[in-house]
């Protein structure tokens, strides 16, 4: 069965103070693995997705990236407004569903 | 483009009621998928639908029934309700079944009393 385990469950960051968020899985061959921003109470907001092992994806402050067992989402220098959890997904090949996990809560202080 | 659509955004039943939640796609897309999301967790697959076919079904009981339009709008439907089905119930849509990734909609908040 496939799984997602993030670590940290929650984060608390400075503003400017970069850090990584990780993503390992286990799944029965990737299909794509996806990263969403979450808001309290809104679903999630479609952030990267990506394919296969050395793979990288860019936009703004948030840089993700994907080996086979897992993925990094990297945030540099973030800012209040980035505070959100952070959910990352898989999906098998010739499955229609996305496995999540329980994301990473983050928080950045003024 | 609209995003994804979903109604109601609340909700507020009582034990052994049934409820009706619908979902516009994407325009364009034909795949929609419904997950079951519980505070503090990620969101649980219970649905897959394209082209009007069940491609997925999730661990849910069969309480649990879903089904797509010619339009490709969704309904999930869940009845005999029970205090454990209050969630968030998001609907996501995608282009195909290959390489699909998938667009959430706002989600219903979903009561149970």
């Known amino acids: 069965e496939d799984q997602v385990t993030q670590s940290p469950e929650a984060l608390r960051l400075q503003e400017g103070e970069s850090s990584s968020l990780n993503c390992s899985y286990t799944?029965?061959?990737?299909?794509?693995l996806f990263w969403y921003r979450q808001d309290p109470g809104k679903g999630p907001e479609f952030l990267f997705t990506?394919?296969?092992a050395g793979e990288e994806k860019e936009k703004e402050r948030l840089k993700a990236t994907l080996t086979k067992k897992e993925s990094f989402l990297h945030i540099t220098a973030p800012k209040p407004e980035d505070s959100a959890t952070y959910l990352c997904?898989?999906?098998?090949?010739?499955?229609?569903?996305?496995?999540f996990g329980d994301g990473t809560t983050l928080t950045v202080k003024p | 483009d609209a995003g994804v659509t979903q109604s109601p955004t609340h909700l507020i039943k009582t034990r052994g009621q049934h409820v009706t939640l619908r979902c516009s796609p994407i325009?364009?897309?034909?795949?929609v998928s419904w997950y079951q999301q519980v505070l503090g967790q990620g969101p649980q697959f219970i649905f897959q639908?394209?082209?009007?076919?069940?491609?997925g079904r999730g661990n849910f009981p069969d309480r649990f029934s879903a089904r797509q339009f010619p339009n490709y709008s969704s309904e999930l439907n869940v009845n005999a309700l029970l205090l454990g089905d209050s969630a968030l119930y998001l609907c996501?849509?995608?282009?195909?079944?290959?390489?699909?990734?998938?667009?959430f909609g706002p989600g219903t908040r979903l009561l149970v009393l």
């Open positions: 325009s364009g897309h034909k795949s």
């Open positions: 799944v029965s061959g990737l299909r794509g």
């Open positions: 996501a849509s995608s282009l195909n079944t290959r390489r699909q990734t998938q667009y």
């Open positions: 990506l394919y296969s």
């Open positions: 997904a898989v999906q098998a090949e010739g499955a229609g569903k996305s496995t």
């Open positions: 639908y394209y082209e009007k076919e069940e491609r």
